[in-house]
C-alpha cells in the first residue's frame, strides 16, 4: 500500500510563514504534487517536483527530497484567502495520484 | 472556467436506489478519473480511463460502475446506493502520463 503523511491542521498568523510537511512511502515514484483546496471546492494545482529540490513559485515554494521520502510546501506573506486544505499527491506511476489526508490551514488576523 | 463540470452537486437518495454522476470536459483531454473524498482520508480513486476503450478499476471500485460514452464525458454509476457511500465525489481529468490532474467541481452524495 501506499503511506503519505502530512499534519492534520496548522494554524498562522496572516503576514507570517508557514511550512507544511509531507512523508511518504510508496510503491513507486514519478513525482510530488501539492494541491489546494478549499471547502467544499474542487482541489487546484499548486506546485509539482520530480527532482529534489526546491521549485519557487509567487508566494508558494515546493522541495523535495527522494532519498528521504520528503517534501515541504512553503507558504510566504499568509494571506486570509490562504485558509485552506493543502493535498500532497505522489504519483505512483504514469497514472495513479496517491494522495495524504490534506492538511487544513487557518490564517488568523 | 467550467473546464471540468459535474452533474448533479448534490444528490439526496434512499439506500438501495441506483444513481449516476455525470462529467464532462471541454479540456480536449484524453485521460479521466473519478474520486470519492472522505473526512480524514483524503482523496480515493474508484475508477480511470485512458480513453473510451480502455477502462481500469482504481482502489476501490466494488459497488461502483462506470461509462466512457465518449472522449469528453465518463459516468459513475452506483447501482444499489449504500449508506457508506455518502461522500465527496469528483472527476478529474489530465493529458497525457505525467500532467496534472484538473478536477471538476464535485458532487455532494447522501445516501439515506
Known amino acids: 500500500g501506499q503511506n503519505i503523511d502530512q499534519p492534520t491542521e496548522m494554524t498562522a498568523t496572516e503576514g507570517a510563514i508557514v511550512q507544511i510537511n509531507c512523508t511518504y512511502q510508496t510503491s513507486g515514484f514519478n513525482g510530488l504534487f501539492w494541491y489546494q483546496q478549499h471547502a467544499g471546492e474542487a482541489p487546484t494545482f499548486l506546485s509539482y517536483?520530480?527532482?529534489?529540490g526546491l521549485e519557487e513559485k509567487g508566494r508558494f515554494s515546493s522541495f523535495l527530497s527522494r532519498s528521504k521520502g520528503y517534501s515541504y510546501l512553503l507558504l510566504k506573506e499568509l494571506q486570509m484567502k490562504d485558509s485552506a486544505s493543502y493535498l500532497c499527491a505522489v504519483r505512483v506511476d504514469d497514472y495513479k495520484l496517491s494522495f495524504g489526508a490534506g492538511t487544513t490551514v487557518t490564517v488568523r488576523a | 472556467d467550467a473546464d471540468v463540470t459535474q452533474t448533479p452537486r448534490n444528490r439526496i437518495t434512499k439506500t438501495g436506489k441506483r444513481i449516476m454522476l455525470e462529467c464532462s470536459q471541454t479540456k480536449g483531454h484524453d485521460r479521466m478519473y473519478w474520486y470519492r473524498q472522505d473526512p480524514g482520508l483524503g482523496l480515493r480513486l474508484i475508477y480511470y480511463?485512458?480513453?473510451?476503450?480502455?477502462?481500469n478499476k482504481g482502489e476501490i471500485s466494488d459497488g461502483y460502475s462506470v461509462s466512457r460514452q465518449a472522449q469528453a464525458k465518463f459516468s459513475l454509476s452506483l447501482e444499489s446506493a449504500i449508506p457508506n457511500q455518502t461522500a465527496l465525489y469528483f472527476c478529474a481529468t489530465s493529458q497525457g502520463p505525467g500532467n496534472e490532474q484538473f478536477f471538476g467541481p464535485g458532487t455532494r452524495l447522501t445516501v439515506l
Open positions: 480511463s485512458f480513453d473510451v476503450k480502455d477502462i
Open positions: 517536483n520530480v527532482l529534489d
